[in-house]
């Protein structure tokens, strides 16, 4: 079945350690996005990637960092650097129809991560 | 003054009832507006999605957009207990990118 796959779903880590979440997905998608799930605040964008080797930042983009190596993989680590990592993070994809985006976005299941 | 408004709720209602879920968005240009569901712990489902002005019906769902009054609404007739979720509002300029700005969700239980 084509969707996208997150890992882990779960994650414990300690203050001041870098963290890397992955995604993959098998839909044939050229553009894949992170976004961050707090309460009461919606889906932020953390960085979005539209080819292979290109990745753009999104509205909350300081104390992460991506790569697009393949098109299938757009994996997130969250750094030290992140003030206040603990969140669900949603990793997403969409394909670019004739006449452009159009809105669809397509959601791995998430991986919440709690920072001790 | 944020980009999309949309009431968190919670709502509950009892089974068979009609459901309206509604944002308001600030920005004019926007022109592609969307409705996601979530489960509890799963990620967000594209659930109604409509271009410019006017209604779209899918079964028990109808999504419709004002963009003379910038309001966004999703309408539920005969709600179900499986019908809990989070639903969240979304729009985007569409086009080049697909940045996505979302509402904060409103949590909706179905009783049954």
């Known amino acids: 079945d084509g969707g996208i796959t997150q890992s882990p779903k779960y994650l414990f880590r300690k203050e001041g350690q870098n963290v890397t979440l992955s995604c993959e997905q098998n839909?044939?998608?050229?553009?894949m996005y992170w976004y961050r799930q707090d309460p009461g605040q919606g889906l932020r964008l953390i960085y979005y990637?539209?080819?292979?080797?290109?990745?753009q930042k999104g509205d909350i983009a300081e104390g992460y960092s991506v790569s697009r190596e393949k098109k299938e993989s757009f994996p997130l680590t969250v750094t030290s650097a992140q003030k206040n990592p603990t969140a669900f993070y949603l990793c997403?994809?969409?394909?670019?129809?004739?006449?452009?985006?159009?809105?669809?976005?397509?959601f791995g299941e998430g991986s919440r991560l709690t920072v001790l | 003054q944020k980009e999309v408004e949309q009431d968190p709720g919670p709502l509950s209602v009892p089974e068979g009832a009609i459901v309206s879920l509604n944002c308001t968005y600030s920005?004019?240009?926007?022109?592609?507006f969307m409705w996601y569901r979530q489960y509890s712990r799963k990620g967000p489902e594209l659930l109604m999605y409509t271009y410019s002005s006017g209604n779209k019906e899918d079964g028990r769902f109808t999504a419709q957009v004002d963009k003379s009054s910038k309001y966004i609404s999703l309408f539920i007739r005969d709600s179900q207990p499986s019908d809990s979720a989070t639903y969240l509002c979304a729009i985007t300029l569409g086009g080049a990118t697909n940045k996505l700005i979302f509402g904060t969700g409103t949590l909706l239980a179905v009783q049954p």
């Open positions: 920005n004019s240009a926007f022109q592609y």
């Open positions: 990637s539209q080819i292979v080797n290109d990745f």
């Open positions: 839909l044939n998608h050229d553009a």
């Open positions: 997403a994809s969409s394909i670019r129809g004739t006449g452009g985006y159009t809105g669809e976005l397509f």
